[in-house]
């Protein structure tokens, strides 16, 4: 009697899980993450002007931008050039030991030879660079325990380390204030001068 | 079939995930930044040269004088500056245009001392028509020598309707203008019953034209 009960409750109880089975499923899905990051500015600003009687950057320039990533220690590389009749060249300097570094704008409606970014890079003369300004940059914003910036004053660019996954925010600010010396003259072209910044994942 | 439903919205959403951090995934980007210069336009006196001695018994100066500029530009492209030059008369030092061109180039110098001040007409004495030692008292004139063509820069005809010479400069940089007065005096300009001691004075200007 106690066995023909025991066999009636296993055969329920395995028929009522085969009804089960038959209206609900179970499926694993295994999607992986890939890693991944990205870069893009963000605004700031972007243009000033300059003093014709002074060569004097009259308000200052702070292009923002964006690192973003789900990796732990992202490196980017900030660099920036300026167009010559040579085409474009490494724009950043730095005055020895990466102290105090410069960047070099270039006339875009009159293009300088490269001469004049190199006399600016060596030893400025007011004749010798036309075309061409240095006014001083400062180091990308560094965040505190989420990047680390260094200089590569052999290469002149900037490497920033991104020590977590996230987002990290920083930017390039050349301040406003007067042009290096021996680099303005009345032998600068009126025009816009410009140098470009490329920010790359290395 | 409700499953099977669920199980494509799952499988659907991360295929929109996978897209969507494929597409804002830039591993670089650049930025150019700009700053604006406008035209640099100026003209400064050399401040030498600016003054000499009149020889009391010929009316001669000594060493000439050099009233000279430096243009300074940042502009390459073709720019009109033009020079003129005055002389002071009356006490309140009005200015008389001061430049004789119809016979050589000549500019008047009027004695600007208290009580000998020149006269406007003394002044037109010399610049125009046959000048008269007893019509141009304390006004003498002398030879004017502006800066020549040169270079990028180059001397116009004069402009007898404004009283003025024309200058074009092509070039950005310093460009110097060097003109001198010198020598013995405009004849019918200097006796020494009609001019007396003192300071005698002229203006020159040189301006971009606006």
């Known amino acids: 009697m106690f066995n023909r009960i025991f066999i009636t409750i296993i055969i329920l109880l395995v028929s009522t899980s085969q009804a089960f089975a038959a209206r609900t499923n179970s499926t694993f899905l295994d999607a992986d993450v890939e890693s991944w990051q990205s870069l893009n500015f963000t605004g700031g600003t972007i243009s000033s002007t300059i003093s014709c009687g002074t060569g004097n950057l009259i308000t200052t320039i702070r292009p923002t931008f964006r690192i973003r990533s789900n990796i732990f220690g992202s490196n980017v590389r900030v660099s920036v050039a300026s167009n010559t009749l040579s085409g474009f060249t490494n724009a950043i300097f730095d005055t020895g030991g990466g102290a105090t570094k410069y960047v070099i704008l270039t006339n875009s409606d009159d293009l300088p030879p490269l001469s004049s970014v190199t006399n600016i890079k060596t030893s400025p003369t007011i004749l010798g660079n036309p075309n061409a300004i240095a006014y001083e940059v400062l180091d990308p914003d560094e965040q505190f325990l989420r990047t680390n910036v260094t200089y590569d004053d052999v290469n002149d660019y900037w490497n920033i380390e991104k020590f977590f996954p996230g987002t990290a925010n920083s930017d390039l600010e050349i301040p406003s204030g007067p042009a290096l010396s021996n680099t303005f003259g009345t032998n600068d072209a009126s025009g816009d001068y410009e140098a470009t910044i490329t920010i790359s994942f290395i | ?210």
């Open chain 2, 1 to 210: 079939m409700k499953n099977k439903f669920l199980l494509s919205l799952l499988a659907g959403g991360i295929v929109c995930l996978a897209t969507s951090q494929i597409s804002f995934a830039a591993t670089s980007a650049t930025q150019t930044v700009t700053a604006s210069l406008d035209a640099v336009r100026s003209v400064v006196g050399k401040g030498t040269g600016l003054t000499s001695t009149i020889t009391g018994a010929t009316g001669a100066l000594t060493s000439p004088l050099a009233p000279s500029f430096i243009i300074s530009t940042n502009c390459p492209d073709s720019q009109t500056l033009y020079m003129t030059a005055t002389a002071p008369y009356g006490v309140g030092a009005i200015a008389e245009q001061a430049l004789r061109t119809s016979d050589g180039i000549y500019i008047a110098l009027a004695n600007t001392s208290s009580g000998k001040e020149a006269t406007q007409g003394a002044i037109q004495n010399v610049v125009g028509g046959s000048p008269s030692t007893t019509s141009n008292g304390n006004v003498i004139g002398y030879l004017f020598t502006p800066q020549a063509t040169s270079g990028n820069l180059t001397l116009g005809t004069w402009d007898s309707g404004n009283t003025r010479w024309p200058y074009t400069l092509a070039q950005s940089g310093d460009t110097d203008v060097d003109n001198s007065i010198s020598g013995s005096p405009l004849s019918g300009t200097y006796s020494t019953d009609n001019d007396e001691c003192g300071a005698y004075q002229a203006t020159i200007t040189l301006a971009f034209a606006p």
